[in-house]
């Protein structure tokens, strides 16, 4: 599988955020999937020994639109119009989970992309489903600052 690149400062992937997850992802295009292997501290709990479920939220935003980049380039990052998820158990903290994405439909100006967080034993504990549309042109002028950290780190 091909790892995808990491940015500075983001929060999931962002490898100088001192609070941020520095979550790798990497693509495996004959599945035509991108997944992340990790463990959520208890950092980020909502109640004891439960991922919060809005870092589930970022964690499934990231891994479903990144899937729009797989055997492509930056300049199909795209940005999301609409996140839907569904919780399905909890997802536990210092556990090791793995987050899968896909893309569902894509065409013109935006995609249509999926996305999961599996227990080691394959069980889904969310799922989402997303809107992606094109970056706004505002967007793309302070991409240009971030550009030189947007790489894949060793």
Known sequence: ?????NSRMCFVCGRQNPV??????????EAGQVRA?????????????????????AILDEVAGRAV????????????????????????TGTPLT????VRQAGGVGARVSGEIRLPDGAVTAECESILGAVPESFRDRWEEERPYWKVYG
Do not use: C
């Not at 795209?78 to 909890?90: A, D, F, K, S």
């Open 69 to 92: 980049l797989i055997g492509g380039s930056e300049e199909n990052l795209m940005v999301t119009l609409r996140l839907t998820i569904r919780y399905r158990r909890p997802t536990p």
């Open 99 to 102: 987050a899968v994405g896909w």
């Open 1 to 5: 599988m091909n790892k995808q690149p």
């Open 37 to 57: 292997e990790f463990v959520v501290p208890e950092d980020y709990q909502g109640y004891p020994g439960v991922v919060h479920g809005g870092i589930v939220a």
């Open 20 to 29: 941020g997850l520095k979550m790798d992802f990497y693509e495996d295009p």
